[in-house]
Structures are given as C-alpha cells and as structure tokens.
C-alpha cells in the first residue's frame, strides 16, 4: 500500500511544483529562475548547470524554456547578450589607467 502512495501523483509533498502535476507551475518556476539567473549576469550554460545542481532541473527543461524566453523576448536577450559579452577595448582601458596612475606616483 505504501508503495502505491508513492506512485500516485496526489501523495507528492513538494514545496515546489511537479512537472507531472502542475506543468504550467513548474515551466512558470524554470522560468522565474531562469530570470534570477538573468539577475547575476550568467550566461545559458552556467544557468543551465546551476538550475541542474541547486534546483534539480533537467538541463533540457532549463534549455527549452530558455529557447522559448528567446523566441518571446528577443530584443531584451539582443541586449543581455550585448552586455554581458567580455569587451577586451574596456579592459585595455582599464589596464591603461592603471599604468598611468602607478606612473604618476
């Protein structure tokens, strides 16, 4: 009897959604993380794998979802791509600074 409460869905005590009892839930929550990811500027392989390790989402789930944001928001991502993409002429700027103040002492 044990056994078939395991398998019957009703008898589930997540503190977050199922995918196989509340899809539309759990695609929202992939997506809400998938936004705090967003948050802290990581790129869709470090979220994927965050969301695998922390949260226990299949990589294809976090992939899908993130295509889908893509498809729906691609203005935004054009931007988010644009900003979070490493500028080596920023960084020379810096360094050049650097040099200028340690020159100046």
């Not at 078939?4 to 977050?16: A, E, G, Q, S, T």
């Not at 470090?46 to 390790?53: N, P, Q, R, V």
């Not at 789930?61 to 935004?76: D, H």
């Not at 791509?81 to 040099?99: G, L, M």
Request: net charge positive.
């Amino acid at each position: 009897m044990k056994r078939d409460m395991k398998l019957d869905h009703r008898y589930h005590h997540h503190h977050v959604p199922c995918f196989q009892c509340h899809p539309h839930s759990y695609i929202r929550m992939v997506q809400h993380l998938i936004e705090r990811c967003l948050l802290f500027h990581m790129t869709q392989d470090d979220c994927i794998k965050a969301l695998a390790e922390r949260a226990g989402i299949l990589p294809i789930v976090t992939l899908t979802v993130w295509k889908e944001l893509l498809k729906e928001n691609r203005g935004f991502f054009q931007a988010y791509f644009q900003y979070a993409t490493p500028r080596p002429f920023a960084y020379k700027s810096r360094q050049s600074v650097s040099k200028f103040d340690r020159r100046k002492n």
